[in-house]
């Protein structure tokens, strides 16, 4: 498997490894390369200083890269909302798993992003590694932004930190709303009667979450939120907390009988509809939006 560097200045060996060798685990790049098994212009590279340079051929031991449980690059549908040199934002369906995990190593978010890159299953080089900078359920679909380098990734992560990242979603809830807009302001920790799922606890992770009535449909209330923290499950383990769980999320309420969309749609009514940050970089100003998929709310909209 021979990959020709395209670097503008050189560059340790081990740092363009991390970042082309995408198919692998970045613990097992380092290991491949401080192990020698990386050969520069027909050389084995001896140290992981060694420095590479535009036009350079890389090999790397087909057996070598096996014994690293390297990751299946997958042409799987990726809709594309914004892309430069430094990050992308894309939108994951509802029920994809963003990284591979036990039994679901395949047709994850990642498989998708490692093919955008470049990568294919005989050829684990790619021109980015793709990084996740924030979290979204498995159960909920929307936009996410994702990196394309460390440093990028870094930034983006302090920038949600500080609250530098507006994030909006959309969701259908169960009952009637009171009042036409709020905030929550409590903070949320591992559930001691179900630690896989999160709950308002004194003294935990400070957790705020604002919230609009968009539409009312009787039996169900279509909100507008927006974040201010990003905790795990922050708006489902929110909303649940004042009365109003999101339609469908039997994590947080059990099924309601004749909850709308059950059987038509079986995720959370829950959609990432807008992202607005400025470019890590380029200081640029990026606003993406997606409107909410059927399932969201026309499908949700009947009686729960």
Known sequence: MTHVVRAETPVRLVEYAKAHL??????????????GKIRIDGIRASTTRTRVGDGDALDLDAADLAAGQPLLPQPVALVVHHEDRDLLVVEKPAGMHVHPLGAHRTETLLNALLWHAGARPDEPWG?????????????????????????????????????????????????????ERGTIDAPLARDPAAPYRRAVIAGGQPAITHWRVVARHGATTELALELATGRTHQIRAHLASIGHPIANDTLYASAAPGEAGAQSA????????????????????????SPAPPDVVTAWAGPA
């Open 266 to 289: 079986p995720r959370i009514a829950l959609h990432a509809c807008e992202l607005v940050l400025a470019h890590p970089v380029t200081g640029a100003a990026i606003t993406c939006r």
């Open 127 to 179: 021109a980015w590694r793709p990084s996740a900078a924030h979290r979204l359920d498995r159960a909920a679909s929307g936009l996410r932004v994702i990196a394309k380098h460390a440093a990028v990734h870094d930034a983006l992560r302090r920038a949600f930190e500080r609250g530098g990242i507006t994030r909006r979603y959309v969701a259908l809830v169960r009952g009637e709303v009171a009042g």
């Open 22 to 35: 995408v198919t692998l685990p970045v613990a097992a790049v380092g290991e491949l390369v401080a192990r």
